[in-house]
Nanobody
């Protein structure tokens, strides 16, 4: 079984930055592509929005349009951890952020087998 634990969320003013981390245990971390999704207030699980993904080796990344140029996904396979650096945060970035692990880089929730419990990010205006 694979366990994912997110951390680093919090309350920040618009224009600020946060760095999310997701620690993975239970299987070989480098065998999984990793992604970040978010679920905005009032949205259901099926409405989780893709944010960013990174390939198993870290050589490929993909972002949703609204975060390009502001967010950066990275991974450290030696530390079994994936990160999401979020800069120039906006109120519309407010959501619970989830990390997910799957066999290959993808943008749909059903492409990922394992999920963390989420970390709250709140951006005030």
């Amino acid at each position: 079984q694979v366990q994912l634990v997110e951390s680093g969320g919090g309350l920040v003013q618009a224009g600020g930055s946060l760095r999310l981390s997701c620690a993975v245990s239970g299987r070989t971390f480098s065998s999984y592509a990793m992604a970040w999704f978010r679920q905005a207030p009032g949205k259901e699980r099926k409405e989780r929005e893709f944010v960013a993904a990174i390939s198993r080796g870290g050589g490929r990344t993909y972002y949703t349009g609204s975060v390009k140029g502001r967010f950066t996904i990275s991974r450290d396979n030696a530390k079994n951890t994936v990160y999401l650096q979020m800069n120039s945060l906006k109120p519309e970035d407010t959501a619970v952020y989830y990390c997910a692990a799957g066999p290959s880089i993808a943008t749909m929730t059903y492409d990922y087998n394992y999920w963390g419990q989420g970390t709250q990010v709140t951006v005030s205006s």
